[in-house]
Structure formats: structure tokens, C-alpha cells
Nanobody, 127 residues
Framework: QVQLVESGGGLVQAGGSLRLTCAPS????????MGWFRQAPGKERDFVAA????????SYSDSAKGRFTISRGNAKNTVYLQMNSLKPEDTSRYYC????????????????????WGQGTQVTVSS
């Protein structure tokens, strides 16, 4: 398994933007599918966005569509989540995950696809 480190979280006002970064520690994630998930206190962890190993396919939750953009760095070893037009309901802890580059069983949006998870970064959006 690869160790993942998230950064870029913080406190922002509603309507503002943040960019989250996920970088591996040790092994490369260039050949892995990558996803962002979030979990608020007392709630289940939910899918936010995901990107295929080669960056050609992306997937977004309904709440993220049109506001968030997932991308990979030039070497495909770093993954970003650009979050615009943030809302108080986006307040959560955001987790980066790495998973199999190919699966016939699980889609990019399913948590079962991912075997490595970071510790998360807190995003708080004030109204």
C-alpha cells in the first residue's frame, strides 16, 4: 500500500475556493486510480471526485459537479482537487485514496475500489 498525504484544507468563507493536494510518500501513484472522499462528524464517508490513472476519465458526485475539478500533476504522481463556490455544507474532512488502475467490479466512485487512504485534511466553510 502507498502512503498518501493530503494538504490544502482550511477555513474559508462561503463562495471561496480551496485547492487540496494529495501526494504519495514513498511509492508512486502514477499508475493508480485516485479519488477524493469526505466525511463529516457523525456521517458516512461520501464520494466527491475521482480520476483514472491516465487522467482521461473523471467522475464527480452530484454535489461536486460544476464546482470541483480533480486533476493530476504533469508526472501524474500528485492529485489535486480544486474546489470553487464552496458552501457551508462542504464542511468536512477530505480524504485522498488510491486504488486499482482497472476494475471490472468497482467504478471510480466506489470506496471498495480504493485500498490506500490518507489521514485527511479538514475543510471548513463559514456562512
Amino acid at each position: 500500500q502507498v502512503q498518501l498525504v493530503e494538504s490544502g484544507g482550511g477555513l474559508v468563507q462561503a463562495g471561496g475556493s480551496l485547492r487540496l493536494t494529495c501526494a504519495p510518500s514513498g511509492l508512486s501513484v502514477a499508475s493508480l486510480a485516485m479519488g477524493w472522499f469526505r466525511q463529516a462528524p457523525g456521517k458516512e464517508r461520501d464520494f466527491v471526485a475521482a480520476i483514472s490513472w491516465d487522467g482521461t476519465t473523471t467522475s464527480y458526485s452530484d454535489s461536486a459537479k460544476g464546482r470541483f475539478t480533480i486533476s493530476r500533476g504533469n508526472a501524474k504522481n500528485t492529485v489535486y482537487l480544486q474546489m470553487n463556490s464552496l458552501k457551508p455544507e462542504d464542511t468536512s474532512r477530505y480524504y485522498c485514496a488510491a486504488g486499482s488502475y482497472y476494475s471490472t467490479t468497482y467504478s471510480l466512485s466506489q470506496q471498495e475500489r480504493y485500498s490506500s487512504w490518507g489521514q485527511g485534511t479538514q475543510v471548513t466553510v463559514s456562512s
